[in-house]
Structures are given as C-alpha cells and as structure tokens.
C-alpha cells in the first residue's frame, strides 16, 4: 500500500492550452510521404485533373503545405487517426477506399 501512496504523491497532472490563435486551415485530397532514418515528411494537396498536350488526362498535385514529424510523433499519430477512422465507421460504417466512378456518357 505504501507503494501505491508513493506512486500517487509523485504523478503530476499536467494542463496542456492549445493555442490556436495563428492556426490556419486548408483542404488535402491527396498526401505524398518520404522518409529518412530520423524523420517522415507528409505533403498535403490537392490533385487537380486537368487536360495535357494532346489531350490526354494530366493529374496535378498541388502541394499546400508539409509536415515534418519524428518518428515517435508519427507512431502518436498513426494511433490517433486509428482510433478517428474506428469511430467514424462504427458511427457510419466502413469507408470504401475505392468507390465505383460513375460512367461518363459522350
């Protein structure tokens, strides 16, 4: 019991503020990764489809911004996105990563 009393007295609890106050906020469709042996690096953009010489289909990754994590940082994330993709489908059900595209008629 004297364990448990000593184990109690020496945990802190810490108030974390979350300042937002130059916090900006933008769309992602589309994520590129890279990796080192200290770090991964996520871009987010956008594609944005449009037509190239010729014709032909042209898909456009406009990057926006790029975040830089260690490791350990990325792991917390991996877990926290897990547990956010969990709740959402068992609130709405599984998301389908590949939805069938409606046929173009022309």
Do not use: C
């Not at 042209?58 to 990325?74: G, K």
């Not at 991996?78 to 595209?101: M, W």
């Amino acid at each position: 019991m004297a364990d448990t009393e000593t184990a109690a007295q020496t945990q802190q609890q810490i108030q974390v503020r979350v300042d937002t106050s130059k916090m900006q906020t933008s769309y992602a469709n589309t994520i590129r990764s890279s990796t080192t042996a200290d770090e991964l690096v996520l871009d987010f953009g956008i594609n944005i489809p449009q037509q190239g010489p010729e014709g032909q289909p042209v898909m456009v990754f406009d990057v926006h911004s790029r975040t830089v994590m260690s490791w350990p940082s990325a792991k917390r994330l991996l877990g926290s996105l897990h547990q956010a993709v969990s709740a959402y489908e068992a609130r709405f059900g599984e998301i389908d990563l590949n939805p069938k595209q409606p046929i173009q008629q022309g």
